[in-house]
Structure formats: structure tokens, C-alpha cells
């Protein structure tokens, strides 16, 4: 990870633009935040992907987030509108103050978290497959430059994740999205993150699909109905969590549930402001400890 942030960092300052990649059910969560960190004054074209499975009122809102952002442009895509990706193209050319000087098309970079859906935007810019830059631990680190239409040059990242610990509710978001690999997680912690979002913002969705004549009342008790429902059940009738929370993690990817988005802009900042405060506390608590401590070391010395 360090590598690749010295890799990108190398190369920027010849670049005019910037686009990074979201997965539109999880923009926050989603980002990298050494895109914030490294952009500097360049402008940086955010693309809410996979737009197709999120809530198109909650795109809305992350869109309008973005755009209040200095030097940020915010554009939900999908692989099913491939002539709105490839308009991207011209954005980036009149995004840059010199084009109109030169004949040269814009200079641009890519990134995205792996799985995002970047390989596939690529080679829908470019008309044809590009073999995929290296994602996995351990493969060489490597960025790819590629000619596309209108003179745009495009320079193609590895899609490292950059863990996004704070706030913590980030990782179950991409691990409920498939951003991380099932095998990093349990199913049953992912899926009661996920049961306790879904009741309390797609509760009529959860009715609908599961045919449930009252709502559960927890994510616990959501997890438990779905299993029974899908009889995900062990010896004596007792539901089997683990496969039960994967029954509802698997509907909400494969949009058994509808579109649905994990995040909102006011979620994030009051999950930041919870964390923050969080932190604060914790901060004051190893303040007092260490003054505890020594007034019983001087206590004990004289
Ligand atoms: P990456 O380079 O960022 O790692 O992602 P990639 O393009 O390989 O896409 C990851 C998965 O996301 C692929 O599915 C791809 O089809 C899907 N995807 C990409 N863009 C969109 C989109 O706009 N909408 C939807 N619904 N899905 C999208 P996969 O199941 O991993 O592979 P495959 O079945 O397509 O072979």
C-alpha cells in the first residue's frame, strides 16, 4: 500500500484529473482516503458506480455531498448506460484550462478500491478489454497507461484497498457490499449490521420479501425469521445463524431486496462526530490513568 501511494504520488503532479471510482450503495465507505490527501487543487471526477443497485434518492443526496466539495464532480454511472460513461471522456477534456491551446487530450488517473467495477469502466472507455492492473497482495504493483478516444490518456492504478477504519461501521458496509472478502469476516456480524440498517430504513422491503405478517422487532430476530423462512435450521428446529445472516446479506447483493444504499451524508457525520467524541474520551481516561499513576509513584517515593 505504501508503495502504490508513492507510485501515485510520482505520477500526479502530470496529471490534470483525477476520477475515482465508489461503489454508489457505499460512497463513503467505499473511498480511499488518500485521495483527499494527495489531490491538491486538481479536479477529481467521483463516479457513484454500480448506480444501478442503489437507491436512486439516496444517490441524490451523495451527489449534491460531493459536488460542495471544492474541485469535485459527482456523476452516478453504470455499466448499463455505457454512452454516459464514455461522455466522461469529454467532462475530463473540458475540465482541463489548456486544452484549448494544445490538441492533447487530458491526462488523467484512475483509482478504486478492488471490485468497485473500475476494469469494467476502463474497458468501456476504451472500446475493447484491458487486462486487469494487479488488486492482490503480493502481485507486482504496477500502473498501465492507455490511449482512449478524444486524445485522453488514461493511467490505470492497482485497486488497493485502503482500510477504512473510522468510522468502524465502514468495514461492515463493504463487507455486506462484497468490498472485502468473504473469508475476512463472519457472516453473522456482517448480517446483523445489515438486518439492523434494513430495519430501520427498508422495513416495508423486508415485509415484502419475506412474506412476514408483523416486522421483527431486532437484528437478531430478523436474522432468525429469515432463517426459519429459508429454513436455515440445525437439529431441533434451531436456526442456523451464521447461514441465515448469509440468506440476507446474498438478497441485498443480488437485489432481492430492491436498490438499496447502506450510507447516508448525515449518517457519516454523525457516525464521525460519535467517533470523535469516542476518541476524545478515550484520550481523557489515558490522561487520567498516566496522573493516577504517577501521583501513586511520588506518593510511594517520598
Ligand atoms: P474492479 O476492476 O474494480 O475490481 O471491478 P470489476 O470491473 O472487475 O467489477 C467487479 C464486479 O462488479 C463484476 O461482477 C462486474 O460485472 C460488476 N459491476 C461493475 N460495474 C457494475 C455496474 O455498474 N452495475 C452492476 N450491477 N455491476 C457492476 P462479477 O460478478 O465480479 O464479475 P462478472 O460476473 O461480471 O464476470
Keep these: 500500500m505504501h508503495k502504490a501511494r508513492k507510485d501515485i504520488e510520482e505520477v500526479l503532479p502530470q496529471m490534470d484529473v483525477m476520477i475515482e471510482v465508489l461503489d454508489a450503495r457505499l460512497p463513503f465507505s467505499s473511498e480511499n482516503p488518500l485521495v483527499r490527501e494527495i489531490q491538491g487543487d486538481k479536479p477529481c471526477i467521483k463516479l457513484l458506480n454500480k448506480a444501478d443497485m442503489a437507491d436512486p434518492e439516496k444517490t441524490a443526496q451523495w451527489v449534491a455531498h460531493f459536488e460542495a466539495?471544492?474541485?469535485?464532480?459527482?456523476?452516478?454511472?453504470?455499466?448499463?448506460?455505457?454512452?454516459?460513461?464514455?461522455?466522461?471522456?469529454?467532462?475530463?477534456?473540458?475540465l482541463?484550462?489548456?486544452?484549448?491551446?494544445t490538441d492533447v487530450g487530458a491526462r488523467v488517473i484512475i483509482m478504486g478500491i478492488p471490485n468497485v467495477g473500475?476494469?469494467?469502466?476502463?474497458?468501456?472507455?476504451a472500446e475493447r478489454k484491458i487486462a486487469k492492473t494487479g488488486n492482490e497482495a503480493g502481485v507486482t504493483i504496477t500502473q498501465q497507461r492507455i490511449k482512449l478516444p478524444h486524445g485522453?490518456?488514461?493511467?490505470?492504478?492497482?485497486?488497493?484497498?485502503?482500510?477504512?477504519?473510522?468510522?468502524?461501521?465502514?468495514?461492515?458496509?463493504?463487507a455486506a457490499s462484497g468490498g472485502i472478502?468473504?473469508?475476512?469476516?463472519?457472516?453473522?456480524?456482517?448480517?446483523?449490521?445489515?438486518?439492523?440498517?434494513?430495519?430501520?430504513?427498508?422495513p416495508e422491503r423486508l415485509m415484502a420479501r419475506y412474506?412476514?405478517?408483523?416486522?421483527?422487532?431486532?437484528?437478531e430476530a430478523l436474522i432468525e425469521a429469515v432463517g426459519r423462512k429459508r429454513g436455515a435450521l440445525r437439529k431441533g428446529g434451531v436456526?442456523?445463524?451464521?447461514?441465515?445472516?448469509?440468506?440476507?446479506?446474498?438478497?441485498f447483493?443480488?437485489?432481492?431486496?430492491?436498490?438499496?444504499?447502506?450510507?447516508?451524508?448525515?449518517?457519516?457525520?454523525?457516525?464521525?462526530?460519535?467517533?470523535?467524541?469516542?476518541?476524545?474520551?478515550?484520550?481523557?481516561?489515558?490522561?487520567?490513568?498516566?496522573?493516577?499513576?504517577?501521583?501513586?509513584?511520588?506518593?510511594?517515593?517520598?
Design 181 to 202: 472478502k468473504d473469508t475476512v469476516f463472519e457472516w453473522e456480524d456482517v448480517g446483523l449490521f445489515t438486518a439492523d440498517y434494513l430495519l430501520k430504513t427498508y
Design 211 to 219: 412474506q412476514f405478517t408483523e416486522l421483527p422487532l431486532d437484528d
Design 239 to 251: 436456526v442456523e445463524m451464521n447461514q441465515a445472516a448469509k440468506a440476507l446479506v446474498v438478497d
Design 69 to 94: 466539495q471544492q474541485n469535485v464532480r459527482a456523476i452516478p454511472v453504470s455499466q448499463e448506460d455505457p454512452e454516459a460513461i464514455r461522455d466522461l471522456l469529454l467532462l475530463c477534456n473540458n
Design 152 to 174: 485522453v490518456s488514461l493511467t490505470d492504478t492497482p485497486g488497493f484497498l485502503w482500510p477504512k477504519l473510522n468510522p468502524p461501521t465502514c468495514g461492515y458496509r463493504l
Design 118 to 125: 473500475k476494469s469494467t469502466i476502463i474497458n468501456t472507455l
Design 96 to 101: 482541463i484550462p489548456h486544452r484549448n491551446l
Design 253 to 302: 447483493r443480488n437485489l432481492e431486496l430492491g436498490r438499496i444504499t447502506l450510507e447516508t451524508p448525515d449518517m457519516i457525520s454523525g457516525e464521525l462526530e460519535a467517533a470523535k467524541s469516542a476518541e476524545a474520551s478515550k484520550v481523557k481516561e489515558k490522561a487520567e490513568r498516566d496522573a493516577d499513576r504517577r501521583k501513586r509513584y511520588l506518593k510511594n517515593k517520598r
